[in-house]
């Protein structure tokens, strides 16, 4: 039998609790980032207009460019973070795939080949390095081969695209599907007998043959988690996102085959491949399909349809997750699961886990705030039916509740719970001009999951809501939102940008003002110069470290 026939006969089927572990981390990881980040983004100083373009309204503020060192720092970490965050998800991801029924059974047949073809000691080491280091060149390859197909400023506007995000929705529904069983997802098989053939050439370039043969079988498992893990890097906007994805995914994948080639006698620790791994893939595959829901909000917010509220996503979400319980304890099966003739302890602890969850997010359908998946949820004030109410008070208050003039945008946009905001930055600065109040400016999105964590778990603090509603104006900015300006608004920038959208008229403010483009983004401004009173910075989920920043603005101001 050749190495072909071997990898297509190994598919093996079931469950771990270890995966679920992987699995969290990756939903986790792949949405816990920023928006976009300044990759590719080229700034200038003030958003000047072309000489024959509309001029702007007579009431519009004038907008001075800040300092770029003021926040040439905050950019350059939340970067990092972005990367860190792509990173870890990569690798949460590379440990789930090998685990699939494509990979896992070929460990201890990968180590067999490498510790009986040498006579030297060194060699078998040798030859599993580079097999290891193929694996990850190949990934790293993959993932920088998106970045030149979409190029760094459509990179930019993946996340916030709703043709891209639908796109996004639809293709994952078909990995969840491919993980459920109705199809497998592989490629020509020429391709893979033409590796195959490479790799028995020997030498270095036969193992890199050999670590692409893998990688090509293996597609059928790893597509749908590779898949799901580029387009979550691509839509950060980060210029190595991509890459540094496949990295963390390759580097997983590779260190298990270099590591019992090392030490062989640790494969006896595996356990043996059965039923269990096909469980993997069906569990993954409703892990994919709830994780697809969250690009479709992405879509609802920044058209206002709302369609898709945060109720709806939640029963979504609950029937998911509820019918994944009913599978790990055996009252729910595909037609390609093997006999479940008892439920384990580890699938019942599983099911446990699973279930409890579901039932956690019931009360959400009444305004529970759930804040442990609150930036995956659509804002709370999507909900229909809401018994919240936040900061711990029995009545929402309002931001500057002296002011009850209607706010322009206010129509569209929803707010967050017990706040009132203004949604334009003219009317905003010009507000806490007369109120003599310092400004604070909210650079958010509709896709933005680290804006809504904020609003739902660090906002509702008591003190840090006192300090927001009494002592700042507030001021949200939507990047996003794709609602068409008034013909005598749009304008042409001097670089060529057309200002035609909402999305773009405050995108544009905070990359020329600000050389940001990540949100959130928060800017305490001092509305009589309109320069920042201390550094903008990014998400803080402490309470208290949010607090000292909201009272470092107001101690300049004063």
Same mark, same amino acid.
């Not at 990367?83 to 590379?94: D, K, T």
């Not at 498992?221 to 839509?235: E, F, H, M, N, R």
């Not at 030490?263 to 356990?271: A, D, E, H, I, T």
């Not at 000292?548 to 107001?554: A, C, F, H, I, R």
């Given at each position: 039998?050749?190495?072909?026939?071997?990898?297509?006969?190994?598919?093996?089927?079931?469950?771990?609790?270890?995966?679920?572990?992987?699995?969290?981390?990756?939903?986790?990881?792949?949405?816990?980032?920023?928006?976009?980040?300044?990759?590719?983004?080229?700034?200038?100083?003030?958003?000047?207009?072309?000489?024959?373009?509309?001029?702007?309204?007579?009431?519009?503020?004038?907008?001075?460019?800040?300092?770029?060192?003021?926040?040439?720092?905050?950019?350059?970490?939340?970067?990092?973070?972005?990367?860190?965050?792509?990173?870890?998800?990569?690798?949460?991801?590379?440990?789930?795939?090998?685990?699939?029924?494509?990979?896992?059974?070929?460990?201890?047949?990968?180590?067999?080949?490498?510790?009986?073809?040498?006579?030297?000691?060194?060699?078998?080491?040798?030859?599993?390095?580079?097999?290891?280091?193929?694996?990850?060149?190949?990934?790293?390859?993959?993932?920088?081969?998106?970045?030149?197909?979409?190029?760094?400023?459509?990179?930019?506007?993946?996340?916030?695209?709703?043709?891209?995000?639908?796109?996004?929705?639809?293709?994952?529904?078909?990995?969840?599907?491919?993980?459920?069983?109705?199809?497998?997802?592989?490629?020509?098989?020429?391709?893979?007998?033409?590796?195959?053939?490479?790799?028995?050439?020997?030498?270095?370039?036969?193992?890199?043959?050999?670590?692409?043969?893998?990688?090509?079988?293996?597609?059928?498992?790893?597509?749908?988690?590779?898949?799901?893990?580029?387009?979550?890097?691509?839509?950060?906007?980060?210029?190595?996102?991509?890459?540094?994805?496949?990295?963390?995914?390759?580097? *997983? $994948?590779?260190?298990?085959?270099? !590591?019992?080639? /090392?030490?062989? #006698?640790?494969?006896?620790? %595996? @356990?043996?491949?059965?039923?269990?791994?096909?469980?993997?893939?069906?569990?993954?595959?409703?892990?994919?399909?709830?994780?697809?829901?969250?690009?479709?909000?992405?879509?609802?917010?920044?058209?206002?349809?709302?369609?898709?509220?945060?109720?709806?996503?939640?029963?979504?979400?609950?029937?998911?997750? *509820? $019918?994944?319980?009913?599978?790990? !304890?055996?009252? /729910?099966?595909? #037609?390609?699961?093997?006999? %479940? @003739?008892?439920?384990?302890?580890?699938?019942?602890?599983?099911?446990?886990?699973?279930?409890?969850?579901?039932?956690?997010?019931?009360?959400?359908?009444?305004?529970?705030?759930?804040?442990?998946?609150?930036?995956?949820?659509?804002?709370?004030?999507?909900?229909?039916?809401?018994?919240?109410?936040?900061?711990?008070?029995?009545?929402?208050?309002?931001?500057?509740?002296?002011?009850?003039?209607?706010?322009?945008?206010?129509?569209?946009?929803?707010?967050?719970?017990?706040?009132?905001?203004?949604?334009?930055?003219?009317?905003?600065?010009?507000?806490?001009?007369?109120?003599?109040?310092?400004?604070?400016?909210?650079?958010?999105?509709?896709?933005?999951?680290?804006?809504?964590?904020?609003?739902?778990?660090?906002?509702?603090?008591?003190?840090?809501?006192?300090?927001?509603?009494?002592?700042?104006?507030?001021?949200?900015?939507?990047?996003?939102?794709?609602?068409?300006?008034?013909?005598?608004?749009?304008?042409?920038?001097?670089?060529?940008?057309?200002?035609?959208?909402?999305?773009?008229?405050?995108?544009?403010?905070?990359?020329?003002?600000?050389?940001?483009?990540?949100?959130?983004?928060?800017?305490?401004?001092?509305?009589?110069?309109?320069?920042?009173?201390?550094?903008?910075?990014?998400?803080?989920?402490?309470?208290?470290?949010?607090?000292?920043?909201?009272?470092?603005?107001?101690?300049?101001?004063?």
């Amino acid at each position: 039998m050749d190495k072909i026939d071997i990898y297509r006969s190994v598919k093996k089927y079931g469950i771990s609790v270890m995966l679920l572990c992987c699995l969290i981390l990756v939903c986790g990881h792949l949405q816990a980032q920023d928006t976009a980040s300044t990759a590719g983004v080229q700034f200038s100083d003030a958003p000047a207009v072309s000489a024959n373009s509309t001029p702007a309204p007579a009431n519009k503020a004038v907008i001075k460019p800040a300092e770029k060192k003021l926040t040439k720092v905050v950019v350059k970490q939340q970067e990092k973070r972005t990367l860190w965050a792509i990173f870890l998800a990569g690798i949460a991801g590379g440990f789930a795939a090998l685990l699939m029924p494509c990979i896992f059974p070929m460990l201890p047949l990968t180590v067999s080949y490498f510790t009986k073809s040498g006579d030297k000691r060194g060699s078998p080491v040798f030859k599993a390095a580079i097999y290891g280091i193929s694996i990850i060149a190949i990934y790293v390859i993959m993932g920088l081969l998106v970045t030149i197909v979409f190029g760094p400023d459509a990179l930019n506007n993946l996340s916030t695209n709703g043709i891209f995000n639908f796109g996004f929705f639809l293709l994952i529904v078909v990995f969840a599907a491919s993980f459920l069983g109705a199809f497998e997802i592989t490629l020509p098989s020429s391709w893979v007998n033409k590796m195959d053939q490479n790799s028995d050439k020997g030498g270095l370039a036969g193992l890199f043959f050999m670590a692409a043969t893998l990688s090509l079988v293996s597609f059928s498992c790893t597509g749908p988690i590779i898949g799901t893990l580029l387009v979550q890097a691509a839509t950060t906007g980060a210029l190595l996102g991509p890459a540094i994805g496949m990295l963390g995914f390759a580097l *997983a $994948l590779a260190i298990p085959f270099v !590591l019992f080639a /090392l030490f062989p #006698s640790l494969l006896k620790s %595996l @356990p043996k491949s059965g039923g269990w791994l096909n469980s993997v893939k069906v569990v993954l595959g409703f892990l994919e399909l709830a994780l697809a829901l969250k690009f479709l909000s992405n879509v609802d917010l920044a058209y206002h349809w709302h369609w898709f509220d945060r109720e709806v996503f939640l029963v979504l979400w609950i029937v998911i997750f *509820a $019918l994944m319980g009913f599978y790990l !304890l055996g009252k /729910l099966t595909f #037609s390609h699961d093997s006999p %479940l @003739p008892f439920v384990s302890v580890p699938r019942l602890f599983l099911a446990i886990i699973v279930l409890s969850f579901t039932m956690y997010m019931v009360p959400g359908l009444w305004g529970a705030p759930l804040k442990s998946i609150s930036a995956f949820l659509p804002p709370q004030s999507t909900q229909d039916f809401d018994l919240y109410s936040p900061g711990g008070n029995t009545t929402a208050p309002v931001n500057n509740p002296e002011d009850n003039t209607p706010h322009k945008y206010a129509a569209l946009f929803d707010k967050p719970k017990g706040f009132n905001p203004f949604f334009d930055y003219a009317e905003a600065l010009a507000y806490a001009k007369k109120v003599h109040k310092p400004l604070m400016i909210d650079f958010t999105g509709h896709a933005c999951v680290n804006c809504r964590k904020m609003e739902a778990n660090v906002w509702p603090d008591k003190q840090v809501y006192q300090k927001i509603t009494h002592d700042y104006v507030l001021v949200q900015l939507y990047v996003d939102d794709k609602t068409e300006l008034a013909a005598n608004e749009q304008t042409v920038t001097t670089e060529g940008r057309s200002i035609t959208t909402i999305g773009k008229k405050w995108s544009y403010l905070q990359t020329s003002k600000f050389q940001a483009n990540s949100q959130p983004f928060y800017v305490l401004l001092n509305p009589d110069t309109e320069e920042p009173l201390v550094t903008p910075q990014g998400a803080d989920f402490d309470p208290v470290n949010y607090l000292k920043y909201l009272d470092s603005g107001l101690d300049a101001y004063k």
